[in-house]
């Protein structure tokens, strides 16, 4: 997990990358692109896991999706290195690394096909970053798992997003995803009646499978295994990408679209 005066020096640098894109007009890209924000500051809540997924889905579609890794591990960015020159193309950035010999606004820039920038974000960003963090998200997923430990701290971010980011319920912007669960759980039942009393929509609930642990070790998403190996994860996810694709229906285009937070 990132010590948190490291997360808060990744968060303010992208801060200020923002307002230098917000200054200069913006920072190419497609004016009606979509921005997903995967935030959860406990670690091990699965955001690579949906950044990844998210990213092959788009790809395997026909569209150029960015995948923004922005956590120091590299999770993300190690798993697009294990994809095959014949499987669907993936734009990568790994905003998390520091390149001397470019400025840190090219190094970030959005080639101007990307249809969808899927961010991946670090473990421990402070609170007081997520305002500029969420600000241009058009959807802020939050992954939680089925545990005390996981569920106070989801409960935190929630609020988090709320009071201090400002982030509206009714804009619909946060989506919840109930991730690695076993359903005929108590511990599952306790998440879910916990969800419910927070009035935002739980968008999916991924199962506990190995069939992400495969995936990943292959530099591949589950859109992309055999559809019978992965039927009923593929289920799983038709709600979360229905979801978004209904907000992308709506969505309007806006100028001075930057790459969305860079905790790196």
Known sequence: MLLPCVASQLA????????????????VGSADMQRILVLNPKGGSGKTTVATNLASYYAGRGQRPLLSDNDPQGSSTRWLKKRKPEQAFIHGLAAFERNARMTRAWQLRIPADVTHVIVDTPAATLAHDMPEMTKNADAILVPVLPSDIDIHAFSKCIADLLLIAKVRRDE???GVIANRVRRNTLTYQSLMRFLETLRIPVIATLRDSQNYVRAAEQGIGIHEMKPKEA???????????????AKEAVQQPSAGISPLPETA
Do not use: T
């Open 12 to 27: 303010r640098a992208w801060l200020s990358y923002v307002r230098a894109c917000h200054a200069a007009g913006g920072c």
């Open 172 to 174: 619909n912007r946060i």
């Open 231 to 245: 039927e009923q994860d593929l289920k799983d996810w038709q709600a979360l990408l229905a979801w978004l694709e």
